[in-house]
């Protein structure tokens, strides 16, 4: 069973699949698309020819819990991938992308060169929460 988590953002969306037992990230990558329909056919397309399911989908909430307009985006994104016949868990994502910029900064990674390398860390973050809930 290969789990494939998305970090959903404006203009690139992180992704990481796990290995084929579902236990650990296995693969990372950042597709570069703002168009959200055109976004879920690729993410379709990508966890198809993985045979990745479910899809674990981040889901920014505030600090307190609260949903703002970034949550809505997520939900609407849901939306298509099911529309898609794509199976997709909602998973909280608070602090993902700063865990994802620290790991890096204390790798030495700088962070103005790496903003996709970000994406794909926060994605790598989001499916070791949602693997280890399992």
């Given amino acids: 069973m ?3 988590a ?3 953002g404006d203009a690139r969306t992180g992704v990481a699949v796990s290995d084929a037992l579902g236990m650990l990230a296995g693969e ?3 597709i570069a698309e703002w168009d959200a329909e055109k976004l879920a056919d690729r ?3 990508e ?3 993985r ?3 479910p899809l674990v989908l981040g889901l920014p909430r505030n600090m307190d819990g609260t949903e703002g307009p ?3 985006k997520s939900r609407a994104l849901k939306a298509l991938l099911e529309q898609r016949g794509c199976a997709v868990v909602l998973w909280d994502e608070r602090r993902t992308t700063v865990d994802a910029h620290r790991i890096l900064r204390e790798n030495g990674k700088r962070e ?3 903003k996709a390398t970000v994406d794909a860390v926060a994605a790598a973050l989001i499916l070791e929460g949602y693997l280890g809930s399992l």
């Fill in 2 to 4: 290969r789990v494939m």
């Fill in 6 to 8: 998305i970090d959903y």
């Fill in 28 to 30: 990372t990558f950042v």
């Fill in 43 to 45: 993410l379709a397309a």
């Fill in 47 to 49: 966890a198809g020819a």
């Fill in 51 to 53: 045979g990745a399911s």
């Fill in 70 to 72: 970034r949550a809505e």
């Fill in 112 to 114: 103005k060169k790496h």
